[in-house]
């Protein structure tokens, strides 16, 4: 994982076009982000799963697999956030049954 000030510099890279108030606000997000991306890198080191010694199929997840699915939860919401802020959206992509159901309504209405 990059240093946290390399980690830094490229998210202030990324945000650099905002309005000074807008960066006020994104700022401790980025250190917050920044805080979670060294945390997940801890606990990716270890075990998600134990086994019952003797029979393998008991199985159960490990606090820091349930940890992990938490942290990068708050992580993707605090990147959904930043993307927000920025106007960069996801491509949206148009389901095949709405076209279909526009195409219909579309002729219906001719």
Same mark, same amino acid.
């Given at each position: 994982?990059?240093?946290? &000030?390399?980690?830094?510099?490229? *998210? ?5 076009? /905002? &309005?000074?108030?807008? /960066?006020? /606000?994104?700022? +401790? !997000?980025? &250190?917050? @982000?920044? *805080?979670?991306?060294?945390? #997940?890198? %801890? #606990?990716?080191? @270890? +075990? *998600?799963? =134990?086994?019952? +010694?003797? &029979? ?6 490990? +606090? ?6 938490? #942290? ?6 605090? !990147?959904? !956030? $930043?993307?927000? =802020? #920025? ?5 949206? =992509? %148009?389901?095949? !049954? ?6 219909? $309504? ?5």
């Amino acid at each position: 994982m990059k240093k946290e &000030d390399e980690r830094r510099e490229e *998210f202030e890279e990324i945000c650099e076009n /905002l &309005d000074a108030e807008t /960066l006020k /606000l994104v700022t +401790p !997000l980025i &250190d917050h @982000l920044i *805080f979670i991306e060294k945390q #997940l890198a %801890e #606990l990716i080191k @270890l +075990p *998600f799963i =134990v086994t019952k +010694p003797g &029979d393998n199929t008991k199985q159960r997840a490990t +606090p820091a697999a349930k940890q992990y699915k938490e #942290l990068q939860q708050t992580y993707i919401n605090a !990147l959904k !956030l $930043i993307n927000g =802020v #920025l106007g960069i959206e996801g491509e949206t =992509v %148009e389901s095949p !049954l709405r076209a279909y159901m526009e195409k219909r $309504i579309k002729e219906k209405d001719e």
